[in-house]
């Protein structure tokens, strides 16, 4: 299994940025996949998923209306994920990763990779 994420950076307030994460090695369709965020002294946080049980898509109350998830599937087992994040705030400052929650919305995960980092500053 592999899930790399790439696109981080540093923006500045009300900036935008595009996260990319390949996926790889695994049944996709049998997999919710989606974006969790750590921050340093904060608790991991889930901020974007989509479902693989109805492709439903949910979103973190911090980031709804700023971000937006999507995947392009190259076939069963090889896609990639991403995450438009725009009106990005300094709170949003954090290492970001793909991972495969059990559940939407669940702070619980199969799978993650190495995230990459998006500083969000002036």
């Known amino acids: 299994v592999q899930l790399q994420a790439s696109g981080g950076g540093l923006v500045q307030p009300g900036g935008s940025l595009r996260l990319s994460c390949a996926a790889s090695?695994?049944?996709?369709?049998?997999?919710?996949i989606g974006w969790f965020r750590q921050a340093p002294g904060k608790e991991r946080e889930q901020v974007s998923c989509?479902?693989?049980?109805?492709?439903?898509?949910?979103?973190?109350d911090s980031v709804r209306g700023r971000f937006t998830i999507s995947r392009d599937d190259e076939d069963d087992s090889r896609s990639t994920l991403y995450l438009q994040m725009n009106n990005l705030k300094v709170e949003d400052t954090a290492v970001y990763h793909c991972a495969t929650p059990i559940v939407c919305a669940v702070e619980e995960y199969d799978y993650w990779g190495q995230g990459t980092l998006v500083t969000v500053s002036s």
């Open positions: 989509i479902s693989s049980t109805d492709g439903s898509i949910y979103y973190a």
């Open positions: 090695g695994f049944s996709l369709d049998a997999y919710s």
